[in-house]
């Protein structure tokens, strides 16, 4: 490409000469970017496509112009532009070159490498600027795996990774305009439910109706963009027969061998597929909880999505079950969670004695040494049948794994109660999601 392409593409997203459309500001991940962006490292900025990465690099920038920052100073770059041409190394010389000429930067520059991952040896370039002292670089991308192993190459201990997820319940009452503390119960449960129907991606807060139709084209986007073309898969109808039957099946535990049975697959195709949705941030598998690490590994994992409406989407609908769907969210609210309190780790425990429904519970949080708390996920009326079957599972674990606090997140029922194992909290999932780490 000549300077002059170049520059045409870098106007169309720069300050220098076009307004952003910065969208609804999310204070938490600015906040932590604003902390990290002064570190003299590289922040890495990753998470699924849709979740809002992009726009909150360009509310960074504008911030940083806000504080008193020069519009020249500040170099955005999508490489998903589909004007860019050879993207490799020496496209990036030639973008930071043809930037310093036209604009004749000067101070402190703050360089903005939105997916990263289509550049073909980013990493050398992005380890040469940061050694010579070009910028600060804010780079993001939309592989967990592929970004942490190339940095880990060439940048240990050089950057710090912050993942972006789509919208915690409390964000989504932000996009929507309300504070829920100036909200009755009922109404809060209504935008509960709009949350539950809509999901998570920040542009879909935003829309009047739910619309299939846009999970939909999300879903042919990762698959095409972050699975089939990223791993230069061949098998594409057993990826997306694989990817649909784990879609149908979240919040629920299984075997490879299972999954591989069921669609006549190999356990190592399926292996291998599922690390791929895993590091394309589209599913999470949650491992049982086990002193013996030999026993955690072979144990059937449970499935999560990255938004449970998508999954509701491609796989088969699950709208309506709200068990199903709740505890999809929970798992996801704390992984964000765990963005403040690294030290977490979680998992699902069931009784390896026996096989009777009943003996399982939802999450396990772990913290050092400890088990900081267990969690049920209950659906429907907490009473009669339903109450004494969910609580027999956690009498089960709590004596067994002691821990600090015992929650069991419900519809609507809230409570207390003492046994001889600990105290129970019932908490509804709205005021659980809106309650304060």
């Given at each position: 490409m000549n300077k002059v392409e170049i520059m045409a593409v870098l106007e169309d997203w720069n300050l220098w000469k076009t307004q952003w459309e910065e969208g609804v500001l999310r204070p938490f991940y600015l906040g932590k970017m604003r902390n990290y962006v002064d570190s003299g490292q590289v922040l890495v900025i990753?998470?699924?496509?849709?979740?809002?990465?992009?726009?909150?690099?360009?509310?960074?920038?504008?911030?940083?112009?806000?504080?008193?920052?020069?519009?020249k100073n500040i170099l955005f770059v999508n490489f998903e532009d589909p004007r860019w041409l050879g993207r490799d190394t020496r496209l990036l010389d030639e973008i930071f070159e043809t930037y310093q000429e036209y604009l004749r930067p000067d101070k402190k520059l703050y360089i903005f490498l939105d997916e990263i991952q289509e550049v073909e040896g980013w990493e050398k370039w992005v380890r040469a600027a940061h050694e010579l002292s070009k910028a600060t670089l804010v780079i993001s991308g939309s592989n967990a795996k592929l970004l942490s192993r190339e940095l880990g190459t060439v940048l240990t201990g050089r950057h710090l990774d912050m993942i972006v997820y789509p919208l915690s319940f409390g964000e989504f009452l932000d996009f929507k305009g309300v504070n829920p503390s100036e909200l009755s119960v009922s109404a809060v449960r209504g935008y509960l439910r709009e949350y539950l129907t809509k999901g998570s991606f920040p542009a879909l807060a935003l829309l009047r109706d739910s619309a299939r139709e846009w999970f939909l084209a999300y879903y042919d986007d990762?698959?095409?963009?972050?699975?089939v073309k990223r791993f230069k898969v061949r098998k594409v109808e057993e990826l997306k027969a694989l990817l649909n039957f784990y879609m149908s099946n979240i919040a629920k535990s299984m075997t490879f061998n299972s999954a591989a049975k069921f669609l006549k697959l190999s356990p190592d195709t399926v292996e291998k597929f599922i690390s791929y949705f895993e590091q394309s941030y589209l599913l999470f598998l949650l491992k049982r909880f086990s002193l013996g690490i030999k026993a955690q590994q072979k144990s059937p994992r449970k499935i999560y999505s990255i938004d449970a409406?998508?999954?509701?989407a491609v796989g088969f609908r699950m709208s309506d079950d709200f068990g199903r769907v709740a505890e999809n969210i929970v798992y996801l609210e704390y992984l964000r969670r765990k963005i403040n309190m690294p030290e977490l780790e979680f998992f699902y425990w069931k009784d390896e004695q026996s096989g009777v429904e009943g003996k399982e519970v939802d999450f396990v949080v772990k913290s050092g040494n400890h088990i900081r708390e267990i969690v049920q996920v209950c659906a429907g009326d907490f009473i009669g049948d339903t109450k004494k079957r969910e609580m027999r599972a956690i009498a089960k674990a709590a004596k067994r794994l002691k821990p600090e606090r015992i929650f069991v997140i419900t519809e609507e029922f809230e409570g207390t109660e003492r046994y001889e194992y600990g105290t129970v909290t019932f908490i509804p999932l709205w005021k659980w999601l809106l309650t304060e780490e």
């Amino acid at each position: 490409m000549n300077k002059v392409e170049i520059m045409a593409v870098l106007e169309d997203w720069n300050l220098w000469k076009t307004q952003w459309e910065e969208g609804v500001l999310r204070p938490f991940y600015l906040g932590k970017m604003r902390n990290y962006v002064d570190s003299g490292q590289v922040l890495v900025i990753t998470g699924a496509r849709r979740s809002g990465k992009s726009f909150l690099m360009k509310q960074l920038a504008s911030e940083l112009v806000k504080n008193g920052a020069d519009k020249k100073n500040i170099l955005f770059v999508n490489f998903e532009d589909p004007r860019w041409l050879g993207r490799d190394t020496r496209l990036l010389d030639e973008i930071f070159e043809t930037y310093q000429e036209y604009l004749r930067p000067d101070k402190k520059l703050y360089i903005f490498l939105d997916e990263i991952q289509e550049v073909e040896g980013w990493e050398k370039w992005v380890r040469a600027a940061h050694e010579l002292s070009k910028a600060t670089l804010v780079i993001s991308g939309s592989n967990a795996k592929l970004l942490s192993r190339e940095l880990g190459t060439v940048l240990t201990g050089r950057h710090l990774d912050m993942i972006v997820y789509p919208l915690s319940f409390g964000e989504f009452l932000d996009f929507k305009g309300v504070n829920p503390s100036e909200l009755s119960v009922s109404a809060v449960r209504g935008y509960l439910r709009e949350y539950l129907t809509k999901g998570s991606f920040p542009a879909l807060a935003l829309l009047r109706d739910s619309a299939r139709e846009w999970f939909l084209a999300y879903y042919d986007d990762i698959l095409e963009k972050d699975l089939v073309k990223r791993f230069k898969v061949r098998k594409v109808e057993e990826l997306k027969a694989l990817l649909n039957f784990y879609m149908s099946n979240i919040a629920k535990s299984m075997t490879f061998n299972s999954a591989a049975k069921f669609l006549k697959l190999s356990p190592d195709t399926v292996e291998k597929f599922i690390s791929y949705f895993e590091q394309s941030y589209l599913l999470f598998l949650l491992k049982r909880f086990s002193l013996g690490i030999k026993a955690q590994q072979k144990s059937p994992r449970k499935i999560y999505s990255i938004d449970a409406v998508l999954a509701g989407a491609v796989g088969f609908r699950m709208s309506d079950d709200f068990g199903r769907v709740a505890e999809n969210i929970v798992y996801l609210e704390y992984l964000r969670r765990k963005i403040n309190m690294p030290e977490l780790e979680f998992f699902y425990w069931k009784d390896e004695q026996s096989g009777v429904e009943g003996k399982e519970v939802d999450f396990v949080v772990k913290s050092g040494n400890h088990i900081r708390e267990i969690v049920q996920v209950c659906a429907g009326d907490f009473i009669g049948d339903t109450k004494k079957r969910e609580m027999r599972a956690i009498a089960k674990a709590a004596k067994r794994l002691k821990p600090e606090r015992i929650f069991v997140i419900t519809e609507e029922f809230e409570g207390t109660e003492r046994y001889e194992y600990g105290t129970v909290t019932f908490i509804p999932l709205w005021k659980w999601l809106l309650t304060e780490e």
